[in-house]
């Protein structure tokens, strides 16, 4: 955790999704030299090769041959590049980069970090990427206990005392969002919607009325349908109905797992901080915010401290 | 109303649903003559013309020229034959038939039932076909208050008070579970499921864990994935837990709306009935059962009696 100015290249870090390729080149002082983004993410390099994904990216910025490289994410998946199992919760983030998997047959020092996974019988559970940015976001937040909200296609929300995962909850909010709004009647209500904004009332109406009782969500879900049908919703408002149903179900199930009171720290990036921070309002919360791809990148660097003293 | 025996042909009944026509030729003692069902819904019949189906049908059963008709179900929709509107909740169960919409046009005396439309600004809601089957189950559940459980692609749970629809709520489910089993990631762990029973363990745990915390709905969803990937859980057993928690989350939803100790009614025809019973068992309830093919018809004969007198 060297401060001096020394912008020698020193690792690369890689945050490799199931659809997206973020790389960075960091020098010896921790400042980014060199960043790449591209869809080649996990279902596109399965086919086309994650060497010749990497090596293409790490030629396109000149890096010098040899660094060290961390990964983290779906790369480290069972169809992934190697598979870089899980480590079991209660898990201390501290663990994670020793529990790296090293690519063989390379001669570079390329590694992947682990998932982690919550082995129970009703509650079973997996994550890989999110503990990176929870190593990443552990600075910020500090001791004590937190419940850390990763919203997405799957969000998490994560228990966290004193730098330990206690557990954690997955909610399929966004693949349920995008299935519902694609592939049932409601498609005809909000085909024509733009993007939805989190001050928009039918958003905030419907966070509210999930958290006071989600017991009614796939009654509240019909509503759009029956909405546009007959009482005129649009589908702008319509598409901020389902959105808010699927978020506010979210809120409220989370909440249902912490003691009240809690302090609640969202990590995220892009649109989706507004749309929660606004839900986490209309259900009287409110969380402090921390960028997930700097999380990430923290998180990486972290890992790359902790397995080769940068 | 005569119970004398009369075979002689008095009218046509007509269920004509979004996928599934079904039509029984009635005698004037209310006995049934014919009866005909195929796959020519209102999605079919919207191309090839409705008036051809029908006609093609009673040719098939000889019907005499000139009966009268009574349709309900989908061909009332705007999309349909000719739209026959909505009541408004609440609504009187015995002025159902005086609002239908008779065919223009044509020498018969063919009309098509009104639905019902619950035009409330956050609970919109409507039916199609189901008030008619609630016409027909009335006279067997007697006066005093019902919760009416209707499972389906669209259940709907009506609120029914001295033969008065009080309101309504339709719960998406079993359109939602035909989206999330196909359109989603977890179609890996349900693709190879046969037919699933009620008595599987984890579909009636599944049911309780709902009903005690609803809120965990998105939450246990995903648990299907995860725990088909770590846990062994095995694709019967998935489907099972998906099923589960969809009808788990309704039945949740509808219990919220009612006061606790109001007699449920289940009408239902096929295998939905038995995964129904068995989750409000789950849920610590009993339901008398009304099979939802004979309420449809005698709703349909209700009307009949209320129009021409049979």
């Not at 890689?14 to 279902?43: C, H, K, P, Q, Y």
């Not at 049908?229 to 809120?251: F, H």
């Not at 259900?283 to 890992?303: T, Y």
Request: proline share 5%.
């Amino acid at each position: 955790m060297t401060t001096e100015p020394n912008p020698e290249p020193a690792y690369v870090a890689v945050d490799w999704g199931t659809s997206s390729f973020r790389l960075w080149l960091i020098a010896r002082d921790g400042s980014v030299l060199a960043e790449r983004r591209s869809g080649e993410g996990m279902t596109t390099a399965a086919r086309t090769g994650f060497m010749e994904v990497l090596a293409s990216h790490l030629s396109a910025i000149a890096a010098p041959e040899g660094l060290p490289v961390l990964v983290c994410g779906m790369a480290g998946a069972k169809q992934g590049w190697v598979e870089a199992g899980y480590l079991d919760t209660p898990a201390a983030l501290a663990d994670i980069p020793a529990a790296a998997v090293r690519i063989p047959g390379v001669d570079a020092d390329i590694r992947i970090l682990p998932g982690l996974a919550q082995r129970d019988a009703m509650t079973p559970d997996v994550m890989r990427g999110e503990e990176t940015q929870l190593l990443g976001a552990a600075g910020e937040l500090g001791d004590g206990a937190h419940l850390v909200c990763m919203p997405g296609t799957h969000s998490k929300w994560v228990r966290l005392s004193g730098g330990k995962v206690e557990g954690f909850s997955t909610f399929m909010t966004g693949e349920l969002f995008e299935a519902i709004a694609t592939n049932t009647t409601l498609s005809h209500a909000i085909a024509e919607a733009g993007p939805i904004s989190g001050d928009n009332p039918a958003f905030r109406a419907a966070v509210s009325r999930m958290v006071a009782n989600p017991a009614l969500a796939t009654n509240q879900i019909f509503t759009v349908r029956a909405g546009s049908l007959i009482a005129g919703l649009s589908p702008v408002d319509a598409k901020a109905r389902l959105s808010g149903t699927m978020i506010g179900l979210e809120i409220a199930g989370a909440l249902s797992l912490v003691a009240e009171g809690t302090p609640i720290a969202l990590v995220v990036s892009g649109g989706l901080g507004e749309l929660y921070k606004e839900a986490l309002a209309a259900a009287g919360l409110s969380a402090s915010v921390i960028d997930a791809d700097i999380a990430v990148r923290h998180g990486l660097a972290a890992g790359a401290r902790a397995l080769w003293s940068f």
